[in-house]
């Protein structure tokens, strides 16, 4: 049982280009999260998706779009990558039954420098 | 706004002795509080949560936590530190009424041997 994976794990990018990251996660959680890490300011949530076929913005959602188009996966996108989105991205799920008591289940990280 | 704060940076504590990380809280309603852990490169790990009950939580690893509600705070205790416990500890509180988690900004934990 894999749970949540991301890929890729390391990516460089120059500023300007675009890419995806993918999250892909084995145990059929109905939500799932995208959030950033950088240091002294713990995780901000990005994105999040309580459903197939749904998304929402959360805390920093400027630069970044997603999509829900499977249950299993949530795709982050970098439209135009810019320095300040050099970070290290996380994704979680969590099951949608037992509602707000339930943890959340986290992938190791993409780490992502933008030069 | 809800909001969930960690004031230490970092904690050093000597291996054998007993340790505390401080979180504080601020929601509107009932608390769903949380505590994860970070190794190096990892993901974050779920170590325990209060919901209702009793106001101390066991969770893995040996770790506890302790609810206050007179003083918001939902402090990690453990009674006996390991070099291995070494890691990066967050808070989290679900958003009120909503589907997100609000993370503190984490707490550096450093075991000495």
């Known amino acids: 049982n894999a749970g949540v994976t991301q890929t890729p794990k390391f990516r460089v990018l120059k500023t300007g280009q675009s890419m995806t990251l993918l999250c892909a996660q084995d145990?059929?959680?109905?939500?799932m999260y995208w959030y950033r890490q950088d240091p002294g300011m713990g995780l901000r949530l990005i994105h999040y998706?309580?459903?197939?076929?749904?998304?929402a913005k959360g805390e920093v959602p400027d630069g970044y779009n997603v999509s829900r188009l499977k249950k299993q996966n949530f795709l982050l996108g970098l439209e135009s990558a810019a320095p300040s989105q050099t970070s290290v991205y996380f994704c979680?799920?969590?099951?949608?039954?037992?509602?707000?008591?339930?943890?959340?289940?986290f992938g190791d990280g993409t780490r992502l420098s933008i030069l | 706004a809800q909001s969930v704060a960690q004031p230490e940076d970092q904690v050093n504590v000597a291996e054998g002795n007993p340790l505390t990380v401080k979180c504080t809280y601020s929601?509107?309603?009932?608390?769903?509080l949380f505590w994860y852990v970070q190794y190096p490169n990892r993901g974050l790990q779920f170590l325990l949560k209060y919901i209702t009950g009793d106001n101390l939580v066991k969770g893995s690893y040996g770790f506890e936590a302790e609810f206050n509600k007179s003083q918001t705070s939902f402090h990690l205790k453990k009674p006996s530190a390991l070099v291995s416990d070494s890691a990066l500890y967050f808070c989290?509180?679900?958003?009120?009424?909503?589907?997100?988690?609000?993370f503190g900004t984490g707490t550096r934990l450093k075991v000495l041997a």
């Open positions: 989290a509180v679900r958003d009120t009424g909503t589907y997100k988690y609000i």
């Open positions: 979680a799920s969590s099951p949608g039954t037992g509602g707000f008591n339930q943890p959340q289940h």
């Open positions: 998706s309580v459903g197939e076929g749904t998304t």
């Open positions: 929601v509107s309603g009932n608390p769903y």
């Open positions: 145990m059929n959680h109905e939500y």
